[in-house]
């Protein structure tokens, strides 16, 4: 009798992974595939949470690895994920979660006139990718790193006259630079006067190795922007996020 229970059960389960597989092959999804996106956490109310890409997809982690309950609403993340379904229940996706990190995320500083370069710093950076999604703008960059320091990064507005003139700071408290790093850092711009369905140019400052530069995005407080995608090397490691603040 137990060996014909332990049968059912076998057969029953092979039955639902069957089911499940052919879900997957119908929407053209695979377990073994995977995406690595840059999402914000979002509460749905009871302690539960969901993502949201930059292109305004959500995504329901129905399955896997996940630490969200741990994060804060506007947080955001990189988000290594597998599809699992196309639009359920009000979301764009299901998916599983193989893995996800906290990208450090925050508000504009503020602008200290003329002790913002001791304050905040002058060291120079890379800019390896610049976006604005889900109200944030996103920033990807080579840095000198020595490991004696965290290294403290912000956005400012620059000029009270131009809100929408910003700039990016880079303190590394005088760590000594032997290796080159890639960093991420995202900042929240909703207390940039909002836009009313408008696109504007905005301006980012920037202190990196070849100078002084700026860099024209357009931005709309009230639209969102296509997903984008950086591809980070393949001997990236998250404990790389932590050597920020």
Request: negative net charge; hydrophobic residues 35%; charged residues 20%.
């Amino acid at each position: 009798m137990k060996t014909l229970k332990l049968i059912a059960v076998w057969i029953s389960g092979m039955l639902i992974a069957l089911t499940f597989n052919s879900c997957l092959d119908d929407d053209g999804y695979s377990l073994n595939e995977f995406r690595i996106s840059v999402a914000t956490v979002e509460s749905q109310g009871g302690g539960s949470h969901y993502f949201r890409l930059d292109n305004g997809e959500t995504l329901w982690p129905s399955a896997g690895y996940y630490l969200g309950h741990n994060f804060d609403d506007g947080q955001r993340t990189l988000l290594n994920y597998t599809l699992l379904s196309d639009s359920i229940k009000g979301f764009s996706h299901y998916i599983k979660v193989n893995r996800v990190d906290a990208i450090l995320t925050k508000s504009l500083a503020e602008n200290k006139g003329l002790q913002n370069d001791s304050i905040y710093g002058t060291d120079p950076i890379k800019v390896k990718d610049l976006w604005i999604g889900n109200g944030y703008l996103n920033l990807v960059f080579g840095y000198n790193y020595g490991g004696q320091a965290t290294h403290f990064v912000n956005l400012l507005q620059a000029e009270e006259e131009d809100p929408y003139t910003v700039e990016f700071r880079h303190n590394a408290y005088n760590d000594s630079p032997q290796i080159g790093m890639d960093g991420i850092v995202c900042f929240d711009l909703s207390t940039l006067p909002d836009t009313k369905g408008e696109t504007v140019q905005l301006v980012f400052r920037v202190n990196t190795f070849d100078g002084e530069k700026e860099i024209e995005l357009d931005y709309n407080s009230s639209r969102q922007t296509k997903e984008k995608s950086y591809v980070f090397p393949s001997d990236f490691n998250p404990e790389m996020l932590e050597r920020l603040n």
